[in-house]
């Protein structure tokens, strides 16, 4: 946002009269007036393209006002007050909105990438988006052969579907591939309807029908802890024990 911009925000708000909205109670309402106060106070009066010396208005929201402020709004006030993304999503829910949804990547930290490698022996990989596999480490690949696949085909659901030898790999196929496709629909939610998503749906109806009739059958299901059983063709039978957890820094991620 440009400083003109800013400021105009931060001004408009000192006279913003919204409804009366009881679902903030008093203590959130004094808590996101403390926090408001606060952004504010660490901005020098130019960053937002106010004059030095000029008197910098405190908004209704700042009074701890009993008002209901759009999330539209709220994304304003976080642009004006440069907040970052824990502190757009902390004034999100002291304004009473689900915080916004946080930006998607694919790229890994460094800090996550010596995670994986420091789990070893024990395999370990990232996912992000529908199931994309963005990392892993050296026994996750020498298990699923992660790298031996093209760049853009490495997903879950693919690797599931698609790749003729995971049938021989997982002991119990039939049972973990209805629950990969109940996961995916879970975790997609409402981006379903999104052009990446549809572009992997499409694929995976039109190369398996087995996808495609467990597709149909709408199952939604989360599925965060289990086991899985192999049959390598070099370290033979073996089960392994999952549990997978969201990366907070990149929620899509896990």
């Not at 379903?192 to 499409?202: A, C, K, P, Q, V």
């Amino acid at each position: 946002m440009k400083p003109i911009a800013a400021a105009n925000v931060l001004r408009s708000l000192s006279c913003y009269q919204l409804p009366s909205y009881p679902g903030i109670e008093t203590t959130t309402r004094n808590e996101l007036s403390r926090f408001l106060k606060s952004r504010r106070a660490r901005l020098a009066p130019a960053a937002v393209g106010i004059p030095n010396g000029s008197r910098r208005r405190t908004t209704w929201l700042e009074q701890g006002r009993n008002i209901h402020v759009s999330a539209q709004v709220l994304e304003a006030v976080g642009r004006a007050l440069q907040l970052t993304a824990a502190e757009r999503a902390h004034l999100f829910r002291l304004g009473g909105h689900a915080p916004p949804v946080a930006e998607i990547t694919a790229d890994i930290s460094p800090g996550l990438r010596r995670i994986l490698d420091l789990w070893n022996p024990f395999p370990a990989h990232v996912t992000g988006r529908r199931r994309d596999v963005l990392a892993w480490n050296v026994v996750s690949d020498a298990i699923h052969g992660w790298s031996k696949q093209p760049e853009q085909k490495r997903n879950v659901l693919r690797f599931m579907f698609l790749v003729p030898s995971v049938r021989r790999l997982l002991v119990e196929w039939k049972r973990e591939a209805p629950l990969s496709v109940a996961a995916l629909r879970a975790e997609a939610g409402p981006d379903l309807g999104d052009s990446d998503y549809r572009d992997l749906i499409t694929e995976l109806v039109e190369g398996s029908v087995e996808f495609a009739a467990m597709w149909a059958r709408q199952d939604v299901r989360g599925r965060q802890e289990g086991i899985t059983r192999f049959r390598h063709p070099v370290f033979g039978r073996f089960d392994l024990e999952f549990t997978s957890f969201n990366v907070v820094e990149h929620p899509s991620q896990r």
